[in-house]
């Protein structure tokens, strides 16, 4: 049998325990003091789509082609794109206008399952509040672009699959145009070696 | 050097009277400025003491839940009362509109009034007690029980119902933890043959075998008599596991539930400045008031050690309020008629016995039995009406 009051002598001990611990075992006190502290966000967090671009320079590296499937596809409607063109008014594979606004978008991620170009992809960044509800939340493309090594830093796994997959791509893509080239080089020189077969023929 | 310090507060007084008398001041002038100075450094000490309690309290509960409390205005929070302040000053003073606006006004004056009152008749310190009086303990209680009008003035003038529910609760509450807070108290003046707080302080001085503090915390009968003082200090102070009246989550916020800005900040004021009082007479009560424990601790002046005494008990009550949950309102009544009234009995008895004994190591016992056997008796059978069966289930399992 308990001494009476024997529970809350054992109480009191479990929440000295408690208090005292919390001075001395820094791994008690789970709170992160945000501002100071950051938290390490786990590989799959999201927050709102960003644009990836190669090498070094935003414009030349770009992956978008401006197809617009994304823009069809997101279900709030968040994405506006308008196609550049050159002087002559002829389309160009690229963006004028990558507009998304975030006030809007729902980080469904649909997006990015539908982009063919491995262009659009979600960011961790979390930190976007402003005083401003308009403009400060309409993300445009100079934001919007960043590199493919800063997404190989957020999503290191997913990063390294869409690499090997384009590096893939790019060495079939090599491989069928030498193999194409190798083709017309080959009929090239067959037609040089018979050049007057067609002309016997007839 | 040490009687310097000793003496410093009341040394720095008069010095300041004799200067102004020394400019020709009127006599009677001085008596009221003498005064002055008293009441204003008790207020000022005691708003202090409030100030930081609030951040301290909030700062231990973190700390008892593994977490860091306020840490953000000034360094480690400590400005956080001051952030309190001004939010508390700054915002709209709400009076319903069928509220009955004097009494709903007078209520947190009311409040205030006996809690920093009864401040007066605690020894602070060797020969520093504002008032003497020979019924300080007396005077205590009697004033102290101004706070139960007001806290009734406020749950009745609010015309809520949930003002008037947590006001009837803290009536019930209050008179029935009243019986064993005084009964406990009388004790002491027994045995000390005083009502004088300053009486009860000089009979617990001087150390058995040259360093045993003699305490009447630390004779049976004082420790059982000090343990229900405390509980009946808790229930009177409205403070966690008795703060029903306040429980916010049956009754919004009891007898505050009209109140916001300064008005409900004077309450709360109130509510910690009593706590404190409440402490003040439990060091003075039970731990020996302005006594150091050792007798080689005796050169730090005595009034640190009575204000280091009421922060160390006022540290036990937020370490309760951490542990225990709230209770019931009929347990918590079924508590202070049936166990601590009789408990409170036993100890008045055993101290009665361990000074017709001698005081001698047969007292002792003999008032350990007598507190300890009503003790065992009572408390096993309390916890068994409570005990937890095994809940069965006629219609699942």
Partial sequence: MNFPGSGIVKGLAVTARNFLGSYFEKDRLTTEQYPEERPTLPENSRSFPFLIYDGTDPDAGMRCVACKICEKECPPQCIFIIQDRDEAGKALKRPKVFDIDISVCMSCQICVEVCPFDSIRMDQEYEMSSFDRFDALLIKKPQLLKSNAYYQKIHPTEAAETDARLEADRKKKEAAAAAKAAAAKKAADEKAAKPATPEAAA | ?397
């Fill in chain 2, 1 to 397: 050097m040490i009687t310097l310090l000793e003496r410093a507060p009341i040394e720095i007084k008069t010095w300041f009277l004799n200067l102004l008398g020394s400019f020709g001041v009127p006599e009677w002038i001085l008596a009221v400025l003498s005064a002055g100075i008293i009441i204003g450094t008790i207020i000022g000490v005691f708003l202090g003491l409030f100030a930081l309690m609030s951040v301290m309290e909030r700062k231990i509960l973190a700390r008892a839940q593994n977490r860091y409390g306020p840490n953000r205005v000034g360094p480690f929070g400590l400005f956080q009362p001051v952030a309190d302040g001004i939010k508390m000053i700054t915002k709209e003073d709400l009076v319903p509109r069928t509220a009955d606006k004097i009494v709903h006004f007078l209520a947190p004056v009311t409040m205030m009034i006996p809690a920093l009152m009864v401040l007066a008749i605690l020894p602070y310190g060797r020969d520093m007690v504002p008032a003497e009086l020979d019924s300080g303990i007396l005077y205590f209680f009697a004033v102290g029980a101004g706070t139960e009008v007001a806290v009734f003035m406020a749950g009745w003038s609010s015309n809520n119902k949930y003002s008037v529910l947590g006001a009837m609760r803290a009536i019930a509450q209050m008179i029935s933890y009243e019986l064993p807070l005084v009964i406990s108290a009388i004790v002491t003046a027994m045995i000390a043959g005083s009502l004088s707080p300053s009486a009860i302080v000089a009979a617990q001085g001087g150390f058995a075998l040259g360093f045993v503090p003699q305490w009447f915390a630390l004779t049976p009968w004082g420790f059982a008599a000090g343990l229900i003082f405390y509980i009946g200090a808790l229930a009177e102070s409205n403070r966690s596991p008795f703060d029903l009246p306040e429980g916010e989550s049956e009754l919004v916020a009891g007898h505050l539930t009209e109140y916001s800005g300064f008005k409900y900040a004077t309450f709360f004021m109130a509510e910690y400045v009593g706590m404190f009082a409440v402490c003040g007479l439990f060091v003075t009560l039970f731990l020996g008031g302005w006594q150091a424990p050792l007798p080689f601790l005796e050169i730090i002046p005595s009034w640190c050690w009575f204000i280091g005494k009421i922060c160390f008990v006022a540290f036990t009550m937020v370490w309760v309020r951490a542990t225990l949950p709230r209770l019931r309102i009929d347990h918590m009544l079924g508590f202070a008629w049936k166990f601590l009234l009789p408990m409170s009995f036993a100890a008045f008895l055993s101290a009665a016995c361990w000074h017709y004994a001698g005081r001698g190591p047969l007292a002792w016992l003999l008032s350990l039995a007598i507190v300890g056997i009503p003790y065992l008796i009572l408390g096993t059978s309390f916890t068994k009406r409570f005990a937890v069966s095994r809940r069965t289930y006629r219609f699942s399992e």
